[in-house]
């Protein structure tokens, strides 16, 4: 549903400040994938995501929303922003109106939705990201904790009913209760409403557990993209690029390293498990 | 080096008892709400028990005359890297601890010129803070607080905000002043992986110490930490579900590089 | 927001000069005795000589005359109208070089209008070519011992100090999060530069209140944060980088005095063209 083609951005042309944020970079999220795009700090993976919705303007190159260019002259730019609901890092220093109900209601109002159906929207919002919209609807937004700030905000989006729903580190500084939260509706949104994913992160632990497919970026520039099982195959390069790798595939790999056969594309503790009781078993009946 | 015996009538914190030592690691975690936070600025006076007492190498942290000697004596790390550097120059952010104690100008130099070296910056000393990456800026943050020559260091949450390299930055550099330079540290953190690195893990839970111990301890107390709802680092998990299924390894195992260890004699050549 | 990110980042051009290594006190003191100087000039000689000298230590200074140019560029306008008022509404009398209708343009006019202007200028070069050699840092400190012995008198110089330090470090991160939450808004469908003046002020609300919001926030946490770190106002406070006034600073200021009074001429001279 998104293709780019050899997009190139530049910030701050013609200034001495000048970088090239992304160089090139040509890819496709379908309609229904659930994708995670990771890179470290500066990699050009927030630049990216903003060209999907069209808040950054290829400084070369063309993106396309079902193979029209979104920058083409009769396409409605808010008409764009409802399909690709784009979350940034920290959502909840968004929030601002009196109550979880209006904050929520901000964006379909922006689109002219009004009456019922605004109503019916925002109660559904509020709903799938679990939060009772009777009992959390007429609250102020700055008396939430965290974590349910956040889920606001990600209500804020849905309310808009977004085809495509683009998280950049959704997880960032939640406590680990929070944070399985937020990835178990991220990953329902996906399972039971097909709503097309994109997770940005520079942390492989979150990505790993959802995603099927991996994007990984360097330098403003896509280095791998595929399967995240063949992605996860090359840890060693994965960890030079400063992404931080699950424990239990880094465990994977050492132990590989040290002559036992584990797969090395484990990233779960279940997977790891199995992996390690299956490369044991191989190792007896090799010795025996 | 504390001893912290802590209110009744306020519900933040009740009755937590904690000693750390000189040299010693210490790992406070707990879900929200638990008290942490609320316990660690106790810690430096920026809150004093309701009943009970914090001492700092003696030092009541409710005498009035001597709040400063506190707090220049530990240190604190906040979490948001960009909210706790003041000035528009990392090296004279550094100062900043030290012109407050009013040290001799030369004194300060010398102090601020240390400490960047200790926290690996010095070559960054003229760079505005938010041009550095978010571990930059807590080492610059940590470089302000070791000028100050404390006894301990606190790190509040200090890198639930950054991206694994920064962590991995902050991390180093707080246990390296701990094991070498021998200050006090403690770890307030979500990250089960980092309190496993420590002497001691402290579990906060309604304000009250739930569990305590080495980690290895405490992290193989699955039933009591299941109904806290904390999660042991996946090593950990890994290495108990293996041992479940009749591989021999030793109890206690938290990270990649023990449980590699225990598990290399299975894979050396036959 | 292009006025905050100047005064952000100064207009401080970071190369090595006589200029760039004298005290701030020096500079912020002759810039403003060349900036009364200026006012009180009343000749075209005078602002000649100044012209010398400001070109003579915007070379001492390593400055590209191309920066000095762009820094007139703000005021450029403001320039512009005062200089036309002059000219076509001074009550200079004289002869008329050029008249249409009601407008009548009078050589006297003509003369005062470009001294004026040309006032203007100087007054601006003069000042910007202080930023441009001073380091918003350095201004910081300058200004706080230089008000110093004020303090008596009330004047708050080390809050005041303080208070810019705090400017300088944290415009930059509020400028981040301002672009960052107005990207935030308009994915949900917020315009902020479409529709009527009274539209475009209610949309800047879902901007402003998370803005403020986040100020408020971070100031509690950086309150917090100094006084972990002993902060405790002004008093006992020193601080680690000591200004000192070098034989160089005396040398200049001398130089600048001098060129003023040649500026000023004599007594007898003191009057407009």
Redesign the interface.
Known sequence: MIRCESVTYVYQRGTPVETTALADVSLEIRSGEIVGIIG??GSGKSTLVQHFNGLLRPTRGRVYLDDVDIHAREVDRRRLRQQIGLLFQYPEHQLFEETVSADVAFGPRNLGVAGQELDRRVRGALERVGLDPDRFGPRSPFAL???EMRRVAIAGILAMEPRMLILDEPT???????RQEILDHIRRLHDERGLTIVLVS??MDAVARLCRRLIVMDRGRVVADGAARSVFADPARLAAL???L???T??AQ??RE????VRPDVLT??E??AA??E??AV?AR??S | MYRAGTPDAVPALRGVDLDVSPGECVALIG??GSGKSTLAKHL?A?LTPTSGAVRVDGIDTRDADRV?DV??RV??I???P????????V??DV???????????AE??AR?DAALRLVGLEHLRRR???LL??GQKQRV?IA??LA?RPRCLVLDEAT??L?????AEVMETALRLCRHEGLALVLIT?A??EAALADRVVVLADGRVALAGPPAEVFSRAEPLARL???P???A??AR??AA?G?PLPPGILT?EQ??EA??P????? | MELLRSFAFGQYVPVESPVHRLDPRTKILAALALVAGTFAIGTFAGLAVLTVFLAAAIAAGRIAPGYVVRGLRPVFWLLAIAVALQVLFGEGGGHPVFRRGPLVVTRENLLLGAFYGYRVVLLVVATTLMMFTTS??ELTDGMERLLRPFRRAGVPAHELALMM??A??FI??LL?ETEKIMKAQMARGAEFSQGSLVRRARALVPLLVPLFVGAF??AD??A?????????GGE???????LEMRRADYVALAVVAVAIAVALGPPAAWHAP
Do not use: K
Not at chain 1, 172 to 178: E, H, V
Not at chain 2, 266 to 270: H, M, V, Y
């Open positions: 470290a700090t904790s965290n974590g960032a500084g939640l406590d680990p209760l929070s520079h942390s400063g992404l931080g699950p424990q239990v880094l465990c050492r132990l040290r002559g036992l056969p503790v279940e790891g498990r390690i009781l490369a044991v190792r090799g010795a | 879900g929200n430096n920026l400063w707090r220049q240190g604190m906040f979490e948001n960009d909210d706790q550097l003041v000035a528009a120059i090296e004279e100062a900043f601890g030290c012109e407050n104690l009013g040290l001799p100008p300060i130099r601020v505005p803070p938010h990456s978010g943050a302000g607080v100050m639930a905000m991206d694994p390299r920064g962590q979500h089960m992986e709802r904390i999660e680092p996946p090593i998990r890994l579900l293996l299924s591989l990649v449980l590699v598990l290399s299975l894979g050396a050549a036959p | 918003p840092v330090t705090i300088l470090r930059p991160t981040e926030r971070r946490a950086l917090l944060a100094m006084e972990a770190r002993c902060y405790r006992h406070r020193t601080r680690m980088r000591q």
